[in-house]
């Protein structure tokens, strides 16, 4: 059973340019959150999708921005790099109807690091 | 708002050693609690999870008790070894809301 897969690995862009960052949640999972960890400190939560819609947002500029696809993957997209957008961008797969059982819990994929030069 | 603060780091610590990785939270219901442990390069993976108060989580020898009276989720294991060597996240997770709350991590590293 695949886990949460994102892709690329790895990533670097010019400050001022656009990127876009993709995610296939765990077989089972209709719900996709995006968290920004910069380097050593904890995931910061970006927004979360469900039913193609951004449910929840969490404290980043309309530069972030996202899309949920009918097969349950998301896309995330920045807008306007900064250098200060270099980090570790974390997909985390749940399902909505499932989170009592699941202890609200996420599966979460290894990331794609992107560095903005 | 919700927050959670862990020990600061790094520890390190002798293979076999006791381990304990302090963690505190501050939420306005009744969170699920979390640890997450990074590797190197890697992404986060599930290490334990209690839901309630006096839940014990475990798993590969790691421990930890949800204790609402001290609000803590403290990290224990009584033998460490050097593949233990990892960066370790408390979190939790509110019924009501849609995300984690994550701690700032602590980087463990065993020597042999």
């Known amino acids: 059973d695949a886990g949460v897969t994102q892709s690329p690995t790895h990533l670097i862009k010019t400050r001022g340019q656009q990127v876009t960052l993709r995610c296939s949640p765990k077989?089972?999972?209709?719900?996709v959150s995006w968290y920004q960890q910069a380097l050593g400190q904890g995931p910061q939560f970006i927004f979360q999708?469900?039913?193609?819609?951004?449910?929840q947002r969490g404290n980043f500029p309309d530069r972030f921005s996202g899309h949920q696809f009918p097969n349950y993957s998301s896309e995330l997209n920045v807008n306007a790099l900064l250098l200060g957008d270099s980090a570790l961008y974390l997909c985390?797969?749940?399902?909505?109807?499932?989170?009592?059982?699941?202890?609200?819990?996420?599966?979460f994929g290894s990331g794609t690091r992107l560095t903005v030069v | 708002g919700d927050s959670v603060t862990q020990m600061e780091g790094p520890v390190t610590l002798s293979e076999e050693a006791f381990l304990t990785i302090n963690c505190t939270y501050t939420?306005?219901?009744?969170?699920?609690l979390f640890w997450y442990v990074q590797y190197p390069g890697e992404g986060l993976q599930l290490l334990l999870k209690?839901?309630?108060?006096?839940d014990k989580g475990s798993n590969k020898g790691f421990e930890a008790t949800y204790r609402k009276e001290t609000t803590s989720f403290h990290l224990e294991k009584g033998s460490v070894q050097v593949s233990d060597s990892a960066v370790y996240f408390c979190a939790l997770s509110e019924r009501g809301a849609q995300k984690l709350v994550f701690g700032q991590g602590t980087r463990l590293t065993i020597n042999p």
């Open positions: 209690a839901t309630k108060a006096d």
């Open positions: 985390a797969s749940s399902n909505t109807l499932r989170r009592e059982e699941d202890a609200y819990g996420y599966t």
């Open positions: 077989s089972g999972h209709d719900t």
């Open positions: 939420a306005t219901g009744y969170p699920s």
């Open positions: 999708y469900y039913e193609e819609e951004e449910r």
